[in-house]
């Protein structure tokens, strides 16, 4: 089978070089042409038509101003799409781009399969009558989301959750502090995410929580699509080590983290680091994101449990001062540390168990032997 994956951001490469991998093994006879990142490129042993980092684009103002380079990209893979012909195209989140091109590829007989479902829960719930329309087989990641599509009475599976197969196979680094300079003292992972608009709001607040916390040292995760001197523009009078393609073992070795909302949120709470997660955009991106959003939490943690299980710090409230406190609240206030540890067992128990890239593979080898 020749399988079309797409993914737009750094986590969507992430999930479609693990799928790619199962892929492999439940159909030995696969070939994969993709869009996506260097992980994807690394497991399908092929270039990407495009890289996800000429794909990612947050906020309403942010998207409005590279709408050429979108409709650039979606003619692009339309285009590839009709030379390619492949048994079917899987798309990986990142709606605004992938359900036009599930649109396209429906119309010209190509099947679609979306696997980590376009967050339609969380505004424009209408969508899903556009979804139940040209999406063959949906393959869903967050356990809400089942019944959620069920109210619309559409089918989907509920695979897992791809962020588990990831971590359970990571293989953590006992040397990670010696081999990056690092020295014993207590660490606090900054991870300012993996946009360009993301890191331009939060790094330059991130970059004052030093003076905060004499006694610890802090550390970037650096986003691949970047280069080290990219950050450095964004420190005030201090040096911090940014560290590329480690995220894992950054947290794993953190003491606690400040975290931009997105899937790094759920990283983090799976690999069990007391966190404050924080969001700063685009002023008139926020109104318009608040006048449609109906959820009442940004981050993943908070989404899954359902209750506020980790602190959100967003736009205004998003200051040097006020993350430093909560950060102080998760090293210092034993209670308070204790409670998140808590609600990570919650997280970790609606989760359930890893294996979402094998059970999704499967399920789609299955779905395309029918055809």
């Not at 692009?76 to 709606?95: C, G, R, S």
């Not at 950060?327 to 540890?341: C, D, F, P, Y």
Request: net charge positive.
């Amino acid at each position: 089978m020749k399988y079309y994956l797409i993914a737009g951001e750094t986590s969507g490469d992430l999930h479609g070089a693990n799928l790619i991998k199962a892929l492999k093994i439940e159909d030995p006879n696969a070939t994969f042409q993709i869009v996506g990142g260097n992980l994807m490129q690394a497991e399908a042993k092929k270039k990407a038509l495009i890289h996800t980092s000429e794909m990612a684009f947050m906020g309403f103002i942010e998207v409005l101003k590279n709408l050429p380079k979108i409709s650039r990209n979606l003619k692009l893979v339309k285009n590839d799409l009709l030379k390619e012909k492949p048994d079917t195209v899987i798309l990986i989140d990142f709606p605004g781009f992938n359900l036009k091109i599930a649109d396209f590829a429906k119309k010209h007989g190509i099947k679609t399969c979306y696997y980590i479902s376009p967050k339609v829960w969380a505004w424009n719930q209408d969508r899903v009558k556009k979804i139940k329309r040209i999406v063959d087989h949906m393959f869903c990641i967050l356990p809400f989301e089942v019944d959620f599509y069920k109210k619309w009475r559409m089918p989907v599976d509920y695979v897992g959750n791809p962020l588990l197969d990831a971590i359970s196979t990571y293989n953590f680094n006992p040397q990670f502090r010696a081999q990056n300079g690092l020295s014993e003292k207590p660490l606090i992972a900054l991870l300012p995410g993996s946009r360009e608009m993301e890191i331009s709001k939060l790094l330059p607040i991130m970059a004052e929580l030093p003076f905060f916390f004499p006694v610890h040292q802090f550390v970037i995760a650096g986003a691949p699509n970047f280069d080290e001197a990219y950050y450095k523009q964004f420190f005030k009078g201090i040096d911090i080590p940014v560290i590329f393609d480690q995220t894992y073992d950054i947290l794993h070795n953190a003491e606690a983290a400040v975290v931009t909302s997105g899937t790094a949120t759920l990283e983090t709470g799976i690999l069990k680091v007391p966190q404050v997660v924080v969001y700063k955009a685009n002023p008139i991106s926020v109104w318009i994101a608040k006048l449609v959003i109906k959820v009442k939490f940004i981050s993943l943690v908070n989404l899954i449990n359902n209750f506020l299980s980790v602190r959100e710090l967003i736009q205004d409230d998003c200051t040097a001062y006020d993350i430093s406190y909560e950060v102080g609240e998760l090293i210092n206030n034993k209670a308070h540390r204790a409670s998140v540890m808590e609600n990570y067992d919650i997280l970790a128990e609606k989760l359930g168990s890893p294996g979402a890239s094998e059970k999704t593979a499967k399920l789609i080898v299955k779905y395309l032997a029918k055809i």
